[in-house]
C-alpha cells in the first residue's frame, strides 16, 4: 500500500466506510472485515499496528453488546459491531501507511480542503501517540504517590480523575505552545507548499477503477 498516493488511500478508506454502510446482513460485513485484516496482515501493517486492532474488537464486541441489551436482536448486534470494526480498521490502513504530511498535502490539494481544517485534522492524529503516551506517564506518577486504579467501577472512575487532570493541564500546556509557534511562524498565510508528490499513477487509477467496479456490483 506504500505505493499507493495518499488520495487513493482516502478514497479506498471512503469506499470500505459506505460498503460497511449499506450492508445490512452480517455475513457480507465478516467477509469485509477478514477482507481488511488479510490485507493488513498482507503488507506488514497488523504487526505494526496488533495492539490497536485488539482494542477495536474488543470495542466492536462491547458495542454488540449494548446493541443487544437495546434490542435484544443477536444479528442486529453482531451487524453493529462489525459494521464498526470495518470501518475503523480500513482508518488503521490508512494512518499505518501515510505520512501526516502527505495525507495533508492531499487533502488540500486534491481534495480542496482548506489548509487550517487539513491541518488540524492531521495535527490532532499527530498528538494520539503523544497523548496515550503521557497518560501512561501520569498513571505511573499517581501509582508512585499511592494511586490505586483497583476496586468498582465508581471507585476506579474517581481515581482516574486525579490522572485526568493533570493530564488536561499538559495537553493544554502543549496547545499553547504549539499555537504561539504556529503564529511566530506565520501560520494563516494564503500561500502554502508541499514537498510531498501526491499526483496519480497508473496503480492508482487501477485501485480507485477497482473500488468503483466492486461498489457498482455490490450495490446497482
Given at each position: 500500500m506504500e505505493?499507493?498516493?495518499?488520495?487513493?488511500?482516502?478514497?479506498?478508506?471512503l469506499a470500505v466506510s459506505v460498503w460497511a454502510i449499506l450492508l445490512r446482513d452480517w455475513q457480507s460485513l465478516l467477509v469485509l472485515v477478514l477482507a481488511e485484516l488479510l490485507v493488513l496482515l498482507f503488507f506488514?501493517?497488523?504487526r505494526q499496528q496488533y495492539k490497536a486492532i485488539a482494542a477495536l474488537v474488543v470495542f466492536a464486541v462491547f458495542l454488540g453488546l449494548v446493541q443487544?441489551?437495546?434490542?435484544?436482536?443477536?444479528?442486529?448486534?453482531?451487524?453493529?459491531?462489525?459494521?464498526?470494526?470495518?470501518?475503523?480498521?480500513?482508518?488503521?490502513?490508512?494512518?499505518?501507511?501515510?505520512?501526516?504530511?502527505?495525507?495533508?498535502?492531499?487533502l488540500v490539494t486534491q481534495c480542496k480542503i482548506p489548509y487550517e481544517y487539513a491541518?488540524?485534522?492531521?495535527?490532532?492524529?499527530?498528538f494520539v501517540p503523544d497523548f496515550i503516551g503521557e497518560s501512561k506517564a501520569v498513571q505511573e506518577a499517581q501509582a508512585c504517590r499511592g494511586l490505586s486504579l483497583e476496586g468498582n467501577i465508581l471507585k476506579r472512575m474517581k481515581s482516574y480523575a486525579s490522572v485526568i487532570q493533570p493530564l488536561l493541564l499538559k495537553s493544554l500546556g502543549r496547545s499553547e505552545t504549539m499555537a504561539l509557534s504556529l503564529e511566530l511562524r506565520g501560520f494563516g498565510g494564503k500561500n502554502h507548499s508541499f514537498a510531498a508528490s501526491v499526483g496519480l499513477k497508473a496503480?492508482?487509477?487501477?485501485?480507485?477503477?477497482?473500488?468503483?467496479?466492486?461498489?457498482?456490483?455490490?450495490?446497482?
Amino acid at each position: 500500500m506504500e505505493r499507493l498516493v495518499p488520495l487513493t488511500k482516502i478514497l479506498m478508506t471512503l469506499a470500505v466506510s459506505v460498503w460497511a454502510i449499506l450492508l445490512r446482513d452480517w455475513q457480507s460485513l465478516l467477509v469485509l472485515v477478514l477482507a481488511e485484516l488479510l490485507v493488513l496482515l498482507f503488507f506488514g501493517i497488523f504487526r505494526q499496528q496488533y495492539k490497536a486492532i485488539a482494542a477495536l474488537v474488543v470495542f466492536a464486541v462491547f458495542l454488540g453488546l449494548v446493541q443487544y441489551v437495546g434490542s435484544g436482536d443477536i444479528p442486529s448486534a453482531i451487524v453493529a459491531g462489525l459494521r464498526m470494526l470495518s470501518m475503523t480498521t480500513v482508518f488503521i490502513a490508512l494512518l499505518g501507511t501515510t505520512k501526516l504530511q502527505d495525507l495533508t498535502a492531499a487533502l488540500v490539494t486534491q481534495c480542496k480542503i482548506p489548509y487550517e481544517y487539513a491541518f488540524m485534522f492531521t495535527a490532532a492524529l499527530r498528538f494520539v501517540p503523544d497523548f496515550i503516551g503521557e497518560s501512561k506517564a501520569v498513571q505511573e506518577a499517581q501509582a508512585c504517590r499511592g494511586l490505586s486504579l483497583e476496586g468498582n467501577i465508581l471507585k476506579r472512575m474517581k481515581s482516574y480523575a486525579s490522572v485526568i487532570q493533570p493530564l488536561l493541564l499538559k495537553s493544554l500546556g502543549r496547545s499553547e505552545t504549539m499555537a504561539l509557534s504556529l503564529e511566530l511562524r506565520g501560520f494563516g498565510g494564503k500561500n502554502h507548499s508541499f514537498a510531498a508528490s501526491v499526483g496519480l499513477k497508473a496503480i492508482d487509477y487501477a485501485v480507485i477503477a477497482g473500488l468503483v467496479v466492486i461498489t457498482v456490483l455490490l450495490f446497482v
